[in-house]
């Protein structure tokens, strides 16, 4: 069974920085792709970045480029996405999501989240 | 960025068949995913790659992709199909993706 287990979601303060981690089990990490997405309250998903299987292909949405990174670490069955200069618009509920690897960037698989709160 | 676009809302009564749209310019070379979401959990894929149904989900639900609309099908819809509904593409790029402002369906 797929399972994807986020953490790392607490209230910071504007301009803070924090570290959001996902463990996956019950599949081979290393031959897929991920995703972090992210969802607002009240609001529709918004998709945030990609990491390729190797970690080779990065992808950032513009809301998010030059202040978040995405990484993986293949060995310990684990995504990671570091969060810097955090603004309250970034408030919202984080998924990490695997790519099934098909045509198009796309989710087959979702956790069940972590919330992060920005506000002072 | 891009852009999809959604109904807010759709309602039918048990039994009937449902139809959500999205509609984005870059619908006729790329494909629509269909995700539904309940109060309060994850998202939930139901189509993929425009027409395909994963395993799991019911043969209640289809889609299908004129151009630049794509349309989630729900046939003889159930109670338990009450969810937020949202498509999901990307543009021509492949590079960018959005979802769609998602549709309340009301099954009452």
């Known amino acids: 069974e797929v399972q994807l287990v986020e953490s790392g979601g607490v209230l910071v303060q504007p301009g803070g920085s924090l570290r959001l981690s996902c463990a996956a089990s019950g599949f081979t990490f290393s031959s897929f792709e991920m995703n972090w997405v992210r969802q607002a309250p009240g609001k529709s998903p918004e998709w945030v970045s990609y990491?390729?299987?190797?970690?080779?292909?990065?992808l950032y949405s513009d809301s998010v480029r030059g202040r978040f990174t995405i990484s993986r670490d293949n060995a310990k069955n684990s995504l990671y996405l570091q969060m810097n200069g955090l603004r309250a618009e970034d408030t919202a509920v984080y998924y990490c999501a695997r790519d099934p690897g098909g045509l198009q960037l796309s989710f087959d698989y979702w956790g069940q989240g972590t919330l992060v709160t920005v506000s002072s | 960025s891009y852009e999809l676009t959604q109904a807010p809302s759709v309602s039918v009564s048990p039994g009937q068949t449902a139809r959500i749209t999205c509609s984005g310019d870059a619908l006729p070379k790329k494909y629509a995913y269909w995700y539904q979401q309940k109060s309060g959990q994850a998202p939930v894929l139901v189509i993929s790659?425009?027409?395909k149904r994963p395993s799991g989900i019911p043969e209640r639900f289809s889609g299908s992709n004129s151009g630049t609309v794509a349309t989630l099908t729900i046939s003889g819809a159930q109670v338990e199909d009450e969810a937020d509904y949202y498509c999901w593409s990307t543009d021509i790029s492949g590079n960018y993706g959005a979802f769609g402002g998602g549709t309340k369906l009301t099954v009452l």
């Open positions: 990491i390729s299987s190797s970690g080779t292909k990065i």
């Open positions: 790659e425009d027409i």
